[in-house]
């Protein structure tokens, strides 16, 4: 044994007196706290610790390690039992003054007379505290008393039994435990405990002994996220011989800890080691969870009515107005917060509130529909713009995230807008040149057509103002049009007055505004693609689709195309408008 338990056990045999002068006498001593030091480890997937992932809850809890004398004989069990001349109490006092949290409980109850057997030993594990925020739980400070009396005036098993009547309030287990205590509610917790019966302590002629010292928090926060304190008080048993006290035997009788327990949520589905998730749940859903008060349990949204009316939020705000959704948000944060909801079950809460806002769907907007052409740039910043910045921060965010929640923090955000003005210049540069090339092709005059072709064509082999035209739309008069004999397959160059003579032969109609061509569903930068229909009378009347492809902001190739290549009206009816360019079905109709 070490030195300093066997010179408390001395001081202890010499303090408490003997007891019959030839019997057995048990009595047990408590040495000073060992303390466990453990870093506050970082929730899985999460790379550090911060003051808001976690709830704690201080528990001291009794671990036996003695023998069992029941196993090793007894000779003098049962009715020999009397009221304890010898008893030992351990008592905890708990305080929490940010909190107003005051409180004592019991860690263990020990009665002994003379005899092997004549003894009894109570121990539980204990909720020294309620489920705490991080953050406020490592304010909380626990005293241990330890108090000792061969008199049965101290009657320490009724002090024991009266300060854990006192303390049942706080013997919390469930859901939302312990939530109430915290914020604006914490007076309710106080009157609640002031009612409970008043502790009888022991009269001033009692004759007992105490000894009483501070845990080290079992909580510490620092720069480097933290660490844990476990502290181990072991018990000892001392068996007197009677007047030979050189015969006493001294053994380890068990060891009482005291030790933070953590949980990430109290009312998510959690994950073990890692965040909880907070997936596929409703806000009604949520608002029903029960919460344990000093009344009993009741909903959340009960919880949160009690509130003071100049701060209650109201849950069922006009979701089409973004500025009082956002002030009722606000007003919920800082509610669930001043309750002691830590981050994730708190931005669950406001997940789920929010989900009922189109302003709140459209700023987390997914990243495909953000690329659909019906939604324009313009009205994707305008979701942007309404973010709920006067409710939630980049934290939030990355806290909803982290449950698998689908939002946008401001990175997603950037990378929509990087992606769309990526698909904006492809469009763009398309469309300039097409805007272009229909109204030149839509001119009534012939001679017009060629001039203002001839800036926009250009082709490697033939120079400037010539362009490789090529047809897939079938035989409908190009060669004649073109007074060419045959038209290879990979096509033929021709200038722009020919290409003027053609559209002028082609008798067009009208053609559709441009769009670019898709490829895998993205747009493609030097390809595009226009609609036309004949008149009466044309050698296409049905038309067909003219295709154009850029080099160097030129146009070196156009294609008569059938709606089938490419696929176009799959791809219209899939992007029905693309870049800004809307293809009703009628036109499409008239194709057939």
Known sequence: MSIRPALLIHVALLSSGLLSACATSRQIVVDYPKTDTSPLAPLKGQSSVSADDYYVQIVSEFAFKGDNALKTGCSDIGASYESGDLSAALLFNIQNEPLKLKRETSGFLYQATTGKCN???????????????????????????????????????????????????????????????????????????????????????????????????????????????????????????????????????????????????????????????????????????????????????????????????????????????????????????????????????????????????????????????????????????????????????????????????????????????????????????????????????????????????ATEKGGSGTVLLQNHLGNFGLESLLQLPAIPDEGTIISAAQLATVIAGLNVDSFTCVRPALEQGKPLANIGITLFVGKPGSPREKGGALEFELAQGKINRLAFQHPSYRDFEQTIADYPDLGGCRIEADFINKLH
């Open 119 to 457: 003894f009894k030993l109570e121990t539980k594990k204990v909720n020294l505290t309620p489920w705490l925020r991080l953050d406020s739980a490592k304010d909380t400070q626990v005293e241990y008393s330890f108090l000792t009396s061969n008199s049965q005036e101290a009657n320490l098993s009724q002090l024991v039994g009266d300060i854990n009547a006192a303390s049942s309030l706080m013997a919390l287990t469930g859901v939302g435990t312990g939530i109430a205590v915290m914020g604006q509610l914490a007076g309710s917790w106080v009157e609640a405990s002031a009612a409970q019966p008043a502790v009888n302590k022991p009269s001033t002629s009692a004759k007992y002994s105490s000894e009483t010292h501070n845990l080290p928090a079992s909580v510490v926060l620092g720069s480097d996220g933290g660490h844990l304190n476990q502290s181990r008080l072991e018990v000892y048993e001392v068996v007197d011989g009677g007047m030979k006290a050189w015969v006493s035997e001294t053994k380890l009788l068990g060891e009482l800890r005291v030790y933070p327990e953590l949980q990430p949520s109290l009312l998510l589905k959690a994950v073990i080691d890692g965040v909880p998730d907070a997936h596929d749940l409703s806000l009604d859903e949520l608002l029903r969870l029960p919460i344990q008060t000093s009344a009993g349990e009741i909903p959340l949204r009960q919880l949160i009515d009690q509130v003071d009316q100049a701060e209650k939020p109201n849950l069922q705000p006009d979701w089409q107005q973004y500025g009082e959704v956002e002030k009722q948000c606000r007003r919920l944060k800082l509610v669930l917060k001043g309750l002691g909801f830590n981050k994730f079950d708190r931005n669950a809460v406001l997940y789920y509130f929010l989900s009922k806002s189109a302003d709140w769907k459209n700023f987390n907007i997914s990243a495909q529909k953000a690329m659909t052409d019906a939604i324009r740039p313009r009205v994707l910043e305008q979701y942007r713009s309404k973010d709920f910045a006067g409710c939630l921060a980049s934290e939030d965010y990355a806290a909803m995230q982290s449950m698998q929640l689908p939002v946008n923090s401001l990175e997603d955000w950037e990378n929509l807008s990087s992606n769309r003005q990526k698909k904006e210049g492809a469009i763009s540069s398309v469309q300039s040149v097409g805007r272009q090339l229909v109204t030149a092709l839509s001119h009534p005059d012939k001679e017009e057509i060629s001039r203002q072709l001839y800036p926009q064509l």
